[in-house]
């Protein structure tokens, strides 16, 4: 078994959004103040304010060593979704697998999620339909980003030349993390 480490440098060519799945979590405690906020029946504009912040905080992917990243399973789905475009799904799944568990986000901004969540650069707000009502979601932004990550691939199992291929096609046609394709698009440099 012949298995290669190929190094990606990433380039984002639109803008990432993130979304984080904390708030799925009922035990996380980012929930449980979440939930707190948005029990309440009559909210002031504070309360929504309140309720919009928490929602931006728990959406962003951060370590406190770390900084802002893009969880290397993001990629892993990304560039399964490249593969199955050439048909190789299947080979995919067996023959290759990210292994950066957290790509550091590379970008010019503050450095923690409420320094972040101060500067409205990094700030999307926008409406999505939720049942049958249209509620608003914020979430954190980054226009222009970059990640470094690596992959390994059994040659055994998948072609390099098609995995590097799987690759480039879903930075340009599929993306990752949130509303992707419109989304977290990029081109790769093979490192």
Known sequence: MSME?????????SPLMMHSDKLANPLNPATKAHKELTGKRKKTDDDHLAIARSEFIAGAYHD????????????????LA????????????????????KAKLEFSGPTTPDSLWEDQRFVDCRGVKVGQAKIMRYRPIFLEW????????????????????????????????EYRPRFGRFEVAYV
């Open 5 to 13: 480490l190929v190094t990606l440098k990433i380039t984002g060519t």
């Open 64 to 79: 406190e060593k770390l900084g802002f990243f893009v969880p290397g399973a993001n990629f892993d789905a990304t560039f």
């Open 82 to 101: 490249g593969a199955k475009l050439q048909k190789l799904g299947t080979q995919w799944k067996r023959g290759a697998v990210v292994m950066t568990d």
């Open 146 to 177: 970059g990640v470094e990550l690596e992959v390994a691939i059994n040659a055994d199992v998948l072609n390099i030349e098609e995995a590097k291929k799987a690759i480039t096609d879903s930075g340009l046609l599929i993306g990752v993390c």
